[in-house]
């Protein structure tokens, strides 16, 4: 493939676009010293270089970025990303610009959004989703074209979440059109993982050369531009998932913790249903709210309800003895669930809490072994599948009284 390269004005985004291709399997180095790109280079599939940039005048960030890019078009790198913070601190325009000089572009599509960390763009207006309590409002920081400084000589539009949502060849055509008429650099929506990825779709099929520009929520999205990877490919990995199916209360509040994690969605089992020998039903209605969630780029986390009920002895007597009587369908049903999920909309990390449900859920999934790749914390591991239909796909386990309360908020944050 052709080898592609990344510049960042800081190192933070350095690592953090490069893990999105990392995680396909593509050999990836971030260098700290701009100056020091030839070493670094050797057989290396994606690079990505910190030029330490933002706090720098306008004018040296500039020459810094033109600089860099030259040094690594000559190395034979032929597929160029500006990695750019998703707040849009930093000289924007000036390194857009420096790139595009380096390698004689005259556009570049720039999208900010990073939406698992509550950064979208509508109509835009770069905006800040925080959470309040239940709830979560976005906070607007500012018009796009007007945070960057854009000017009469690097004119900026932008293409509205209508368009993105209209698909790629909708969005191809207002590329085509907006270039055409003059415009250098285009500001595009998107709120969702989604919409990245039907910007990254579109991006694949524009004839006209360009400078991709955005967070490390577009980066995710590039190997399909790229060409890469393909869109199928990434649709049977893309999500997280995870399964609670311990009744341990420490993984209770671990997920009480986890989900003030940005875009993690609770989705509860109802143990009265399974009872009352409405298994099929319960299921029906559960994978509903799954495919809603992982289709808005949510993390579904799903538990049973008695998991977060408060009980004292008397409550715990008698869970005890439903657990006896229906905790082989209750696993079973955490296992079809898990592979309708992957069968259905794909997964790339799936998490698991409780050492029966693990078991059942591989068992499910036809997973033949789990080829470990390191430990995310203690106890903790992560590895990837072997066997059946979600061969590499990301397990990670969890036995239902390890770790500590932020424990699960903590995994989420190291996938």
Known sequence: MERLAIIADNLIGANDAGVQFRKFGFSTQVVLNHLELISHCAGVDVISVNTNSRTLSAEVAYDRVNQVATALHKLGFKQFYKKIDSTLRGNIIEELQGMMDALALTLAVLVPSYPAHGRIVENGYLQLVQEWGDSSVPVPVGYIPSIIRCS?????????????????????????????????????????????????VALCRLSVPYLAAGSSGLAGSMPIAWKVVNQETMSMRQGTMVIAGTLNQVTAEQITSMLDYPNTELIIIQSAAIYDGQVAEEQARVMTSIGSSLHSGRIPVVVIDT???????????????????????????????????????????????????????????????????????????????????????HLVTKAGGFGKKNSLRKVLELL
């Open 307 to 393: 998991l977060l009920e408060s009980r004292n002895n008397t409550d715990a007597l008698s869970l005890s003895v439903q657990v006896q009587k229906h905790g082989n369908t209750v696993t079973a049903l955490l296992g079809q669930i898990a592979k309708e999920t992957a069968e259905q909309h794909g997964l790339c990390n799936l998490v698991i809490s409780g050492g029966g449900t693990a078991t059942r859920i591989c068992q499910t999934l036809d997973i033949t072994a789990i080829d470990l790749e390191r430990e995310l914390l203690a106890g903790i591991p992560i590895g990837k599948a072997v066997g059946g239909n979600c061969d590499g796909l």
């Open 152 to 200: 009469p000589s690097i004119p900026v539009a932008v293409i509205g979440l209508d368009d993105v949502r209209q698909g790629e060849k909708r969005l191809v055509q207002k590329i085509t059109a907006l270039h055409t008429a003059g415009i250098r650099v285009i500001a595009i929506d998107a709120v969702t993982e989604v919409d990245l990825r039907n910007i990254a």
